[in-house]
Nanobody, 123 residues
């Protein structure tokens, strides 16, 4: 079983930056991908970014390309999401999720989920 814990959320002004962390424990040697998803009030959850451990490739939603960067530490136990040039529409609860089999931004491919961390972008 893979356990995931997010941290790093908070309140930030428009144009500011935050770095989210997703700490993995348990079966950390077997997972294929870690992805970040977000859910704003009244909206469906959407995929933000993913890192594929098999080849290091990364995926980004169009809405965050050029502003967000996903990365993984050398020990492959923590995945980061660096968020720059934040906008009010980035306000959401951010979740990290793990998959043993596939990579991408389809939430239904991810059986392991963290509890979420709130990101609020205000003026």
């Amino acid at each position: 079983q893979l356990q995931l814990v997010e941290s790093g959320g908070g309140l930030v002004q428009i144009g500011g930056s935050l770095r989210l962390s997703c700490a993995a424990s348990g079966f950390t040697l077997t997972y294929r991908a870690i992805a970040w998803f977000r859910q704003a009030p009244g909206k469906e959850r959407e995929g933000v970014s993913c890192i594929d451990r098999s080849d290091g490739s990364t995926y980004y939603a169009d809405s965050v390309k050029g502003r967000f960067t996903i990365s993984e530490d050398n020990a492959k136990t923590t995945v980061y999401l660096q968020m720059n040039s934040l906008k009010p529409e980035d306000t959401a609860v951010y979740y990290c999720a793990g998959s043993d089999q596939v990579a991408g931004l389809d939430e239904y491919e991810y059986p392991y989920w963290g509890q979420g961390t709130q990101v609020t972008v205000s003026s």
